[in-house]
């Protein structure tokens, strides 16, 4: 069974940092492509971050620069480094795993950017 758990999320004023975590299982992690996204009060769904199986990453233009997406493939967990938050940050942040056709979703942490 395939399980994707968030973790990290919070409450946090502007200008600070959160990490987030993903734990997955039930899949060969190494081989898939990871990401987050994100789905803001009243709106879609988005793509925040992606790393590949080799490391390379892609960001959003809303977050590039201030957002970090790495994974550690031994501990099968991929994390978000978020600094420099916005209120515009404000969402449910949703791990991705896709490989192929295949593709699973977290339940997602709430992230919460308010003073």
């Known amino acids: 069974q395939v399980q994707l758990v968030e973790s990290g999320g919070g409450l946090v004023q502007p200008g600070g940092s959160l990490r987030l975590a993903c734990a997955a299982s039930?899949?060969?992690?190494?081989?898939?492509?990871m990401a987050w996204y994100r789905q803001p009060p009243g709106k879609q769904r988005e793509l925040v971050a992606t790393i590949t199986s080799g490391g390379t990453t892609n960001y959003a233009d809303s977050v590039r620069g201030r957002f970090t997406i790495s994974r550690d493939n031994a501990k099968n967990t991929v994390y978000l480094q978020m600094n420099n938050l916005k209120n515009e940050d404000t969402a449910v942040y949703l791990c991705n795993a896709y490989r192929g056709p295949a593709q699973y979703w977290g339940q997602g942490t709430q992230v919460t950017v308010s003073s």
């Open positions: 039930g899949i060969s992690f190494r081989f898939y492509t």
